[in-house]
């Protein structure tokens, strides 16, 4: 993402109107967590209704999209609440380093033969471990 996406633009990607919705309620800072932005890419922690927050990852540059959510929307509510809030917050936020969770699923999305974003970590392995298998969101 060299420009900064608009809000029109993020919620152009949301698969139906529910999901506009809730994205919109998540795109302010008081769910998020941990996040930051660089080399194509934004990242984030969201407080859901469980004890761990969700990880949310976006390659800009697909756009594809993980999140550990149980949704099988594409994008989920997370990543559209993490794009709202990254259009509108103005600036970077958060490092420009990935953390090691986004980091593995970035570098394994843009390697060679990785260009559908389906990547899986296994059992023991990061946020895998602690809940539902992330399961990588190519844009449709």
Partial sequence: MGV???????LALAPDDASRRAGSRLGTAGPWSGR???DGAVWGLCKGSGRV???????????AYLCECPSR???????LGLLLLHAS?????????APDWAGRWL????APGGGDGSVRTPPG??????GPS???HPAP
């Fill in 4 to 10: 900064r996406w608009t809000s029109e633009q993020v």
């Fill in 36 to 38: 930051g932005s660089g």
């Fill in 53 to 63: 927050p969700y990880r949310t990852v976006v390659d800009t540059t697909g756009p």
């Fill in 73 to 79: 929307k594409l994008p989920c509510k997370h990543a």
């Fill in 89 to 97: 917050d103005g600036s970077e936020a958060g490092g420009t380093d």
């Fill in 107 to 110: 570098a394994a999305r843009r």
């Fill in 125 to 130: 392995d990061g946020p895998a471990s602690r």
């Fill in 134 to 136: 992330p399961v990588s």
